[in-house]
């Protein structure tokens, strides 16, 4: 089945660490973007990528950094400069980008990070 | 004006009734809109695409007004299960230029379902 994958679900990261969250997707999607969302808020971009090996900050992108080696993958670290990060993280791809095509977007099942 | 606005409410709901909420979007050149739904702790799921003429699916009906720059949800004969946070959110397409691209997210109204 083809489908968007974060792992892991839950994560807890130490203060002065980096971590990394995963995001692959089978569904042949081109553009691929990470979210993040705080308790009763909405969801607020971070990084996203509309092509490999090229991605565009969002709105909140510091502390945080991407790459987009493969069109499968969108890794997202979370860097000791992010002062905040315990969130809910979100990854997303999205159908045709182009014209007015269906663009549905798909997302993973989320990455719950917490700091100790 | 911000980019995709909604009502965050709660909308507290009888059973059976009939809630309608909007969403507001500032660009005029937003080319796609939809509705997510949210359930707590969980990641959002596509409800339904909404289009220029009006689209209804079961007792969801969504309608897209390009004038006045809005779109709404209409949810008939209310059940329990509806209870969730519901997202406009308004894809401005690959070419529109300047800034984040893509998906705009409003933050949510969250509808709480009363037995």
């Known amino acids: 089945d083809g489908g968007i994958t974060q792992s892991p679900k839950y994560l807890f990261r130490k203060e002065g660490q980096n971590v990394t969250l995963s995001c692959e997707q089978n569904?042949?999607?081109?553009?691929m973007y990470w979210y993040r969302q705080d308790p009763g808020q909405g969801l607020r971009l971070i990084y996203y990528?509309?092509?490999?090996?090229?991605?565009q900050k969002g709105d909140i992108a510091e502390g945080y950094s991407v790459s987009r080696e493969k069109k499968e993958s969108f890794p997202l670290t979370v860097t000791s400069a992010q002062k905040n990060p315990t969130a809910f993280y979100l990854c997303?791809?999205?159908?045709?980008?182009?014209?007015?095509?269906?663009?549905?977007?798909?997302f993973g099942q989320g990455t719950r990070l917490t700091v100790v | 004006r911000k980019e995709v606005e909604q009502d965050p409410g709660p909308f507290n709901v009888p059973e059976g009734a009939t809630v309608a909420f909007n969403c507001t979007y500032s660009?005029?050149?937003?080319?796609?809109f939809f509705w997510y739904r949210q359930d707590c702790r969980k990641e959002p799921k596509l409800l339904m695409s909404?289009?220029?003429s009006g689209n209804e699916d079961g007792r969801f009906t969504a309608q897209l007004n390009r004038a006045s720059q809005y779109i709404s949800l209409l949810i008939r004969d209310s059940k329990l299960s509806d209870s969730a946070t519901y997202l406009c959110?308004?894809?401005?397409?690959?070419?529109?230029?300047?800034?984040?691209?893509?998906?705009?997210f409003g933050k949510g109204t969250h509808l709480i379902i009363q037995p």
């Open positions: 909404v289009y220029s």
């Open positions: 990528s509309q092509i490999v090996n090229d991605f």
């Open positions: 997303a791809s999205i159908t045709n980008q182009g014209g007015s095509g269906n663009t549905e977007a798909f």
């Open positions: 959110v308004v894809n401005r397409g690959f070419y529109s230029g300047g800034g984040a691209d893509g998906l705009t």
């Open positions: 569904l042949n999607h081109d553009a």
């Open positions: 660009n005029s050149a937003s080319q796609s």
